[in-house]
């Protein structure tokens, strides 16, 4: 079945590569970010993967920090697209963040964009799938959810501010037919995370595309991304002490 999605923060990291993944699968694709020459290079990247076999991608450019005018941009992009099936939420910002050192505009900056911002797309997407009967939204959270973790203490709070959203929009949208499918990342990577290769278990963000969009098509409440070993250690990630971080900084 051809599939219509919609991602967010399409332009670079994660979001570029579940496009080709998506491209590769033959979905009709919505992509958006604020670059848009960013975007106008990645359409015709994907038109030279696609091989002229599937619709080009429509882009909108937006900045999801911006609610008041992303929400609008959104909107127009979903009925450009002629409709939705799956939304994406997939933009994000991080950077250290040290507290009581005078990080809060960079705390803040994080939690306009990741929270803030991402709930009021992912609630224009929820409305357009409530009105259309059907739908599937995703939320590209991240393992940080699950932990508190020094010099990331706002990123660490918009995802799990951003996990508990999402289940309580299982809960109340399932019963309408809208599948909620929350993505917890590991180390993947991408711009967002540098020097990435340092942390256990990372990965391409072309194999995270792939396992994110195999639980989409399996519409999966929860994607662990890598699935191992994270799966079997997600239980303990409250549990790790203090003193483990303090070594690390």
């Not at 519409?219 to 070993?229: A, I």
Request: hydrophobic letters at 45%; proline letters at 5%; aromatic letters at 6%.
């Amino acid at each position: 079945m051809t599939r219509t999605v919609v991602i967010t923060g399409a332009s670079a990291g994660i979001g570029r590569a579940l496009a080709f993944e998506c491209a590769r699968r033959g979905w009709r694709l919505g992509l958006a970010s604020r670059r848009r020459d960013a975007l106008e290079t990645l359409r015709g990247e994907l038109d030279a993967v696609t091989a002229g076999h599937a619709p080009p991608a429509t882009v909108a450019e937006l900045d999801v920090a911006d609610p008041a005018g992303a929400v609008p941009r959104l909107q127009a992009l979903f009925e450009a697209l002629g409709g939705v099936d799956v939304f994406i939420a997939n933009a994000g910002v991080n950077e250290f963040t040290r507290i009581g050192k005078g990080g809060f505009p960079g705390s803040q900056r994080i939690l306009q964009t990741n929270l803030i911002g991402t709930l009021a797309t992912m609630e224009a997407a929820a409305a357009h799938f409530v009105a259309r009967g059907h739908g599937h939204l995703v939320g590209i959270s991240s393992l940080a959810a699950l932990m508190s973790i020094p010099t990331q203490g706002a990123y660490c709070a918009s995802k799990a501010g951003l996990s508990s959203w999402l289940g309580a929009a299982r809960i109340e949208l399932g019963r309408q037919g809208i599948a909620v499918t929350e993505v917890q990342p590991g180390f993947v990577d991408t711009e967002i995370m540098p020097d990435v290769g340092r942390y256990p278990f990372a990965i391409k963000a072309d194999a995270a595309a792939r396992t994110i969009v195999d639980g989409i098509e399996r519409r999966r409440r929860l994607v662990v991304v890598p699935g191992f070993p994270w799966r079997l250690l997600r239980p303990f990630a409250r549990m790790i002490p203090d003193s483990a971080w303090r070594r690390r900084r």
